[in-house]
Structures are given as structure tokens and as C-alpha cells.
């Protein structure tokens, strides 16, 4: 995803979320909501109708919204590649169990959680290469 796409969904949803809380504050009806809905981009006809029914539920009955997720301004928080620690701990428990050096997991692009996992199923010998995407 290029970086332009990347920052209109993020501001897409810090928008939907500002339409959202005033819409169920009463500041506008339906069809204004759905005619800023699609001012931002978001065209959808059946997902306005099931948002704006959503929104009604919490503006008749007192719900709160779902607040946004913290830090990087409302946006999901980036994948952190894995550490120099975790790629030589994999290569360390790789050989321990055997593992040949032509056949050593190829840890290019590894998340740090992806690696986690990855020591988890080498130290309890629970490694499946069907579990993983990168071929081992």
C-alpha cells in the first residue's frame, strides 16, 4: 500500500470517528451522515445503512462509542521487524534440534511476534512448516 493510501484510510477513520460521535450527538440526521460518508470516500450504501442503525442503538440507548486505539494518532501500530537476538536465538535452537545449515529458516521480514512464535515451537518442538508462510 503506498503511503497516500495508507494516510486517507488513516484519516478516514479518525473522520468516520468525529461523524460518528456527532451523529449520535444529535448534531445531524441520516442524510447528512451519509452525504459526509460519501465526502470521505466511504460509499458504501449497505454499510451506511448498518452503521447509521448501529449509531442509532447508541444514540437511543446511552451507548458509548469504541474510543479509538492510543499512540500513532488513531492508526493500527506498525509491525516491528524481529531483533538481532531472536535471529540468532532461532539460529541457535535451529542447529540445537538438529537442523542442517542449508535447511535454516529463511527469517527475512519476520515480525517480532512472528518470531516469538517461532522460538515458542522450536523450544517445545512444536515447529510445523505448515504453520508459517516463509518457507522453512
Same mark, same amino acid.
Given at each position: 500500500?503506498?503511503?497516500?493510501? *495508507?494516510?486517507?484510510?488513516?484519516?478516514?477513520?479518525?473522520?468516520?470517528?468525529?461523524?460518528?460521535?456527532?451523529?449520535?450527538?444529535?448534531?445531524?440526521?441520516?442524510?447528512?451522515?451519509?452525504?459526509?460518508?460519501?465526502?470521505?470516500?466511504?460509499?458504501?450504501?449497505?454499510?451506511?445503512?448498518?452503521?447509521?442503525?448501529?449509531?442509532?442503538?447508541?444514540?437511543?440507548?446511552?451507548? !458509548?462509542?469504541?474510543?479509538?486505539?492510543? +499512540?500513532? +494518532?488513531?492508526?493500527?501500530?506498525?509491525?516491528?521487524?524481529?531483533?538481532?537476538?531472536?535471529?540468532?536465538?532461532?539460529?541457535?535452537?535451529?542447529?540445537?534440534?538438529? +537442523?542442517?545449515?542449508?535447511?535454516?529458516?529463511?527469517? !527475512?521480514?519476520?515480525?517480532? *511476534?512472528?518470531?516469538?512464535?517461532?522460538?515458542?515451537?522450536?523450544?517445545?518442538?512444536?515447529?510445523?512448516?505448515?504453520?508459517?508462510?516463509?518457507?522453512?
Amino acid at each position: 500500500m503506498s503511503a497516500l493510501a *495508507e494516510a486517507l484510510v488513516a484519516a478516514q477513520r479518525r473522520a468516520l470517528g468525529v461523524l460518528e460521535k456527532a451523529y449520535v450527538a444529535g448534531a445531524f440526521e441520516d442524510d447528512r451522515m451519509r452525504e459526509q460518508l460519501d465526502a470521505i470516500g466511504l460509499t458504501d450504501a449497505v454499510d451506511h445503512d448498518y452503521l447509521i442503525r448501529a449509531l442509532d442503538v447508541l444514540r437511543a440507548y446511552g451507548g !458509548t462509542l469504541p474510543s479509538e486505539p492510543k +499512540g500513532n +494518532g488513531g492508526e493500527a501500530k506498525p509491525t516491528e521487524k524481529m531483533t538481532d537476538a531472536q535471529a540468532s536465538y532461532i539460529d541457535k535452537l535451529w542447529q540445537e534440534r538438529g +537442523g542442517k545449515p542449508g535447511d535454516k529458516p529463511i527469517l !527475512t521480514g519476520l515480525s517480532k *511476534e512472528d518470531a516469538s512464535r517461532l522460538i515458542n515451537q522450536l523450544k517445545t518442538n512444536t515447529y510445523n512448516v505448515a504453520d508459517w508462510d516463509i518457507p522453512f
